[in-house]
């Protein structure tokens, strides 16, 4: 089937300084190579966009290579399988993989994964049955453990990882969730639609101020995707013992030069508290679980999800740019095809 087919795909064009615009991608029309042995062709329905996506533009070391100017760039994507020279997957399979930010994927099966959309939408699985709900469901019952009875701050808190956190940690035990968010409108559905007590706006004033007045008593478990001032804020409110999950920091992603740490760091001596790293991949042996416990979330409803959507492909590097200035409400996704 790849025979003259055409796929177009969005390139890194150059390499920004601060914060990335349009200039930066490039969309392209490109022959689909043929395939391979083992491989599959998928066409892509939906993509996500990342804030980590922004990190692979730089050339700087990391946890993942670094996007390739004049290359493709990638990310999870879901579609549906048109061709196949796989003994293990058939054509018509939806599958999950890594090679987004294109209209058709040549993708080695081992790379992908068949998934059920008898149930849910196939978009779930690049949201709360994806790496953003794993990420949530390892941060805080494995990397920083809610307890009963705790209470736990979570920025970032209208976003993917955010808005999934904030549920999560009630359903494993928090008596109290706290979350921070830009804005009346996001802030608003914090409590109503993501089951949240306090939900603070960080555009009203100083987080710190409005952290110790949701919280007078302290955290106990922070989910920081923010970094900077929320990060500085969460360990002056913490208490002793407090647990956090270092997930992101979005704040600091498009800086020019280095970023001071929290002036407040050596609390975190005498609190004798735990700050923890994490990347998502380290907790990939945890899909089975938290997907069966998911989806018995999903469909009884004690999980609620978000979706912002944008549609077609040439919208990628838009919707890239408006995860990285908060204008997304749960997860930001590319609607591919028709």
Do not use: C
């Not at 490109?30 to 939906?46: F, K, M, S």
């Not at 969730?177 to 804005?183: E, K, L, P, R």
């Not at 997930?247 to 050596?266: D, K, M, Q, R, W």
């Amino acid at each position: 089937m790849t025979a003259n087919l055409m796929s177009r795909e969005i390139r890194l064009a150059a390499r920004p300084v601060g914060e990335p615009g349009a200039q930066h991608f490039d969309l392209v029309r490109d022959a689909v190579p043929p395939l391979a042995e083992g491989q599959i062709l998928v066409r892509n329905t939906w993509m996500s966009v990342d804030p980590y996506m922004r990190g692979r533009m730089d050339d700087k070391p990391s946890y993942i290579p670094p996007f390739q100017v004049g290359v493709a760039l990638e990310g999870s994507a879901v579609g549906e399988v048109v061709d196949s020279r796989s003994d293990g997957i058939s054509v018509g399979a939806t599958v999950s993989h890594f090679l987004g930010w294109r209209d058709y994927a040549v993708v080695d099966a081992a790379d992908a994964n068949v998934v059920d959309v008898a149930d849910v939408p196939p978009q779930a699985y690049l949201g709360p049955l994806g790496t953003t709900g794993l990420t949530a469901y390892a941060a805080l019952t494995d990397v920083a453990p809610v307890r009963s009875g705790d209470t736990v701050f979570v920025s970032g808190a209208a976003g993917a990882v955010g808005s999934v956190a904030g549920q999560v940690a009630r359903l494993v035990g928090a008596a109290t969730v706290i979350g921070s968010a830009g804005g009346p409108e996001k802030t608003k559905k914090l409590v109503a639609d993501f089951g949240f007590d306090v939900a603070i706006d960080y555009h009203a004033g100083p987080i710190a101020e409005q952290l110790a007045g949701a919280a007078p008593r302290g955290i106990d478990v922070y989910l920081d995707n923010v970094g900077g001032d929320h990060l500085a804020a969460a360990i002056g409110a913490a208490r002793a013992g407090a647990r956090f999950a270092l997930i992101g920091a979005v704040s600091s992603y498009n800086a020019t030069g280095p970023v001071p740490g929290p002036e407040n760091l050596f609390q975190a001596y005498w609190k004798e508290m735990t700050l923890r790293g994490m990347l998502v991949t380290s907790y990939f042996h945890l899909f089975p679980e938290w997907i069966g416990r998911a989806s018995g979330w999903l469909r009884d409803g004690s999980l609620r999800t978000a979706e912002t959507v944008v549609h077609g492909l040439e919208e990628a590097p838009a919707a890239l740019l408006g995860v990285l200035r908060g204008a997304n409400t749960g997860k930001m996704l590319v609607r591919l095809g028709d």
